[in-house]
């Protein structure tokens, strides 16, 4: 087995962050967590142009990638499985500013449908809500 490269783009509006609730088991226990929206990089595609791919696929919403962060190794385990990321994380903007108006997109991925609202940063600083990949909330801390 393989780490995976993947790639998330982290939307930021006054004092909230955009992000993607999902429900389930993970490395800190079972119930609601989330993440940015973003994804596996393909062979020969680049980061930055994953994460536009991204949006695209999964809330149909364009996006314009501001700047580079920083890059995240998250190794967890959940049961007895490890997961390996290698993780690309981006500043992005929506290309349609009406888009920061609306109060949740639907994220579709397969038949999956999940949904993406904006979190109050602080929710996530104190650990209110968890955030995944594990480092994601120091360094944002730190950037944003």
Known sequence: MYPRANTLGIIVKDNYILLEEQAGKHSKGIG?????????????????????????????????????????????KIDEV??????????????????????????????????AKWILKEEIFSGEKVLYPNGLTELLQEEI
């Open 32 to 76: 609601s967590y989330y993440r940015p929206i973003g994804g596996t990089i393909e062979f020969g595609e680049r980061s930055n142009e994953t994460l536009v791919r991204e949006f695209t696929e999964e809330l149909g919403v364009d996006v314009v990638v501001k700047g580079y962060i920083s890059c995240i190794e998250n190794i967890f």
């Open 82 to 115: 490890i997961g390996h990321e290698i993780t690309q994380i981006y500043l992005v903007d929506f290309k349609d500013k009406n888009l920061y108006h609306k109060e949740y997109f639907a994220v579709s991925e397969g038949k999956k449908v999940t949904y």
